[in-house]
């Protein structure tokens, strides 16, 4: 019998604000170590926490965006989760338990085979912890309390993924709503502002579940992949050889490919979790749901539903609602196009404008060329004014390079179309005197000759001529 893999994910979204979860403190990374530890994150007698209003209503966010209203407790309780790290100065962490803030919901992914829903048990507030240093010291260990305090929203998924594709497909569409769709996340993973632990285990398909593994502290997708792969692999060769997995906490070696055994997994009643005595119940009313509610923007979800309407396709929809600011630039600029100009603004945006901004490591809200400016050119493609080609491949680097509107380019560089019907059929009846062989191969069936005989219209033109009424003239003339 095949064995199945079984993997839950418990994400740490690190919370978009200015100072921590119980204190004043910043949470700007990069200081020197503690410099931003204040007296309540460092734990000196008599200071009190206060709650980070700011981190609850981004909280109420991610709740209303996995579930809406009815996954959001309308009253959650701090509790103090008890164990003794060197960076953690207060001997316990303040977190949620029992009564998280968020309760349920799910995140939809793309499978193999179709799209997929995975379950969402719990999403509660909690404080980072210090972070230990080793590589700087011989004979010991430095401490800096700098993340100590800093807010975190713990997104712990049901076991409901069976592949590591799939865990990262989560993975990615989590990071994707918290940071483009939400806003409550910068999601940078190298800063530790997204992180994941896997909860991996092993069964035969239908059978209880096996005894899990969980990988701590995976801060790229695709080392989230590689550590199950690895650990899943592993508990398979013990199983298949008659041993048994340990219930354990392991750490992914990148430079080794593999997970090893950091300590054994703890138990909830091994942190002895008690309500918090200094933070009061945390109660959120409708009247907060419901501002919050009607602050938040449209999905990217319903904006791809409106760009599809527009008569684009789901490719370019997906594309151009890959960002928040992708999707600000383009949907306003298409709404307001006509239907026939729609699909040429899609493809400039998706093409050269995109090619340009990656060139140059800009964000599209950064971009030389603004949406008025596309507009206009579109409109010269749609009149006949100049070729997409020209429009694309001249005039759209010209604005970017900042010489000016789409009107100035066309002028300054003899870019203006010929579209007179009369003067492009004189040159019509030139090209085909002058290719008599290529007019019989046409006739006889030759579809390739055709192309040739409007390449030779665009030459004699020095590529000015309107395309479509070549093509159009020629086939009248060879018709005939």
């Known amino acids: 019998m095949k064995w199945e893999i079984v993997i839950g994910l418990e994400t740490h979204a690190q919370l978009s604000t200015a100072s921590k979860m119980f204190s004043g403190a910043s949470t700007a990374f990069g200081a020197a170590p503690n410099t931003q530890a204040s007296a309540v994150d460092i734990a000196l007698p008599g200071v009190l926490p206060v709650a980070n209003r700011g981190a609850v209503e981004r909280a109420i966010r991610f709740g209303l965006a996995i579930g809406g209203e009815k996954v959001i407790n309308r009253r959650s309780v701090f509790a103090r989760k008890n164990y003794f790290y060197p960076d953690l100065p207060k001997g316990y962490q303040i977190s949620q338990y029992e009564l998280p803030i968020v309760k349920g919901g799910e995140?939809?992914?793309?499978?193999?085979?179709?799209?997929?829903?995975?379950?969402?048990?719990?999403?509660?507030?909690?404080?980072?912890?210090?972070?230990?240093?080793?590589?700087?010291?011989?004979?010991?260990?430095?401490?800096?309390?700098?993340?100590?305090?800093?807010?975190?929203?713990?997104?712990?998924?049901?076991?409901?993924?069976?592949?590591?594709?799939?865990?990262?497909?989560?993975?990615?569409?989590?990071?994707?709503?918290?940071?483009?769709?939400?806003?409550?996340?910068?999601?940078n993973m190298q800063e530790g502002s997204f992180r994941c632990d896997a909860n991996v285990s092993v069964?035969?398909?239908?059978?209880?579940?096996?005894?899990?593994?969980?990988?701590?502290n995976l801060n790229s997708f695709r080392f989230l992949e590689r550590a199950i792969e690895f650990d899943a692999k592993r508990q398979i060769e013990i199983l298949?050889?008659?041993?048994?997995?340990?219930?354990?906490?392991?750490?992914?070696?990148?430079?080794?490919?593999?997970?090893?055994?950091?300590?054994?997994?703890?138990?909830?009643?091994?942190?002895?979790?008690?309500?918090?005595?200094?933070l009061p119940p945390l109660v959120v009313t409708e009247e907060w749901i419901e501002r919050i509610k009607q602050s938040m923007p449209e999905s990217l979800r319903a904006q791809r539903d409106k760009i599809v309407e527009l008569g684009l396709s789901i490719q370019q929809a997906n594309q151009l609602t890959g960002s928040r600011n992708t999707s600000t630039f383009a949907l306003p600029l298409l709404v307001d196009a006509p239907p026939k100009e729609r699909p040429i603004l899609a493809n400039w945006i998706l093409g050269p404008l995109s090619a340009k901004l990656n060139e140059e490591n800009l964000d599209i809200k950064d971009s030389k060329v603004k949406p008025d400016l596309l507009r206009a050119l579109s409109k010269r493609v749609s009149d006949g004014t100049v070729s997409n080609s020209s429009a694309m491949v001249e005039i759209l680097p010209a604005m970017w390079n900042g010489e000016g509107s789409p009107d100035e380019i066309i002028e300054k560089r003899g870019l203006k179309q010929l579209s007179d019907a009369g003067a492009i059929e004189k040159i019509v009846d030139q090209v085909l005197a002058a290719n008599p062989k290529q007019v019989e191969d046409y006739r006889a069936g030759k579809e390739k000759a055709f192309n040739s005989l409007v390449g030779q219209a665009m030459k004699a033109t020095q590529g000015k001529a309107n395309p479509g009424q070549v093509n159009e003239i020629l086939k009248r003339k060879l018709a005939g």
Do not use: W
């Open 107 to 187: 995140i939809r992914i793309l499978t193999k085979s179709g799209e997929k829903a995975i379950r969402l048990t719990r999403a509660h507030l909690e404080e980072d912890t210090g972070k230990s240093l080793h590589e700087a010291f011989r004979d010991s260990s430095g401490i800096d309390l700098n993340r100590a305090g800093v807010p975190l929203l713990e997104i712990v998924s049901e076991p409901d993924m069976r592949s590591a594709e799939e865990a990262v497909a989560y993975a990615r569409a989590l990071h994707f709503l918290v940071v483009e769709e939400i806003e409550i996340c910068d999601g």
């Open 203 to 216: 069964r035969r398909p239908g059978g209880p579940l096996g005894t899990r593994a969980e990988i701590k």
């Open 240 to 278: 298949e050889d008659g041993g048994k997995i340990v219930q354990e906490t392991r750490l992914y070696d990148s430079d080794r490919d593999e997970t090893r055994s950091m300590r054994t997994k703890e138990e909830a009643h091994d942190y002895r979790y008690f309500p918090d005595p200094d």
